[in-house]
């Protein structure tokens, strides 16, 4: 059996890069996309890396079509041996300005289907006593931000069910992973945003403070050194290492932070990093080095 690994939500950004790399590591990769129309795009990327890897059009919002596209890969490979739940969508804005059906959409996206993917290919890993199963969450899954309430709300729920699913599936010889990226410079910053309708309505009264929340995260992310790179070798480890880490941090800011979580009492980690973003947010100041 080849080395199968579905990527999802490889069109842009981590995913892309991840299918990349994992490619030219040998492992099958079947990167998936909500819709085909950016196949094109894939394709030259890795015919200009000089790897093949395989497109596979998947809405993991959709039990069905998780289910087929998986068994897709197990009738060309003979089994599936890792995924990548990277598949997702952004909803930025204060928790009064968003609407229902926006934060529906997150989780649909964010968490169900992650567990629609994991739930298509745990029988067939079962089987084969082996597999391993990477989530890529965010550092906004271990510490809250203000104006991304239901995206954190989203990345603490794949942490929950990650950290639960690794001990149940341990027994059968897979692994579950968490991939915990930094913030990273990809297109989920340009068309890919995902600004909630009233987020900007100036009758919010959060509006002008959720402006400055959004200058703040724009200057952080210009000079991010973390880059998708860098989450596709912590994902190359995932699906290499003969015994996974539940958790890998990425990303040379996020150590810093969660290092003084851990170590700091909890209020004064408090006072110190959600205290300064209040601060600035607020007065609409510059962050400090």
């Not at 950004?13 to 196949?39: C, H, I």
């Not at 567990?115 to 809250?144: C, D, H, K, N, W």
Request: glycine share 10%; hydrophobic share 40%.
């Amino acid at each position: 059996m080849m080395k199968s690994v579905l990527v999802t939500g490889s069109s842009t950004g981590l995913g892309l890069e991840s299918a990349l790399v994992l490619a030219e590591k040998g492992f099958e990769v079947y990167a998936s996309m909500r819709s085909l129309d950016r196949r094109d795009d894939l394709e030259k990327a890795a015919a200009s890396r000089g790897v093949k890897v395989h497109s596979l059009e998947l809405d993991i919002t959709s039990k069905d079509q998780s289910a087929r596209a998986v068994e897709k890969i197990v009738s060309e490979t003979g089994g599936i041996y890792g995924v990548v739940n990277n598949a997702g969508i952004g909803l930025r804005g204060y928790f009064e300005d968003l609407a229902e059906d926006e934060i529906r959409a997150v989780f649909e996206a964010n968490v169900f289907g992650t567990m629609f993917v994991t739930r298509a290919v745990l029988p067939y890993m079962r089987r084969a006593g082996e597999g391993r199963i990477a989530i890529v969450t965010s550092v906004g899954g271990r510490i809250g931000s203000l104006g991304v309430s239901a995206y954190c709300s989203t990345k603490f729920a794949q942490e929950g069910f990650g950290e639960s699913l690794a001990q149940e599936v341990l027994p059968f010889g897979i692994y579950v992973s968490l991939v915990e990226p930094a913030i990273i410079k990809t297109e989920r910053w340009g068309t890919n945003r995902g600004v909630a309708r009233g987020a900007t309505d100036p009758a919010s009264p959060y509006c002008e403070w959720f402006k400055n929340s959004e200058r703040l995260a724009d200057r952080l992310v210009e000079s991010s050194p973390t880059t998708p790179r860098h989450v596709a070798r912590a994902l190359v480890k995932v699906m290499s290492a003969r015994r996974p880490r539940l958790r890998y941090l990425v990303g040379s800011r996020a150590a810093p932070i969660m290092f003084l979580r851990r170590h700091l009492p909890a209020g004064i980690f408090e006072r110190l990093y959600f205290g300064a973003a209040m601060h600035q947010v607020v007065r609409g100041e510059k962050p400090e080095a």
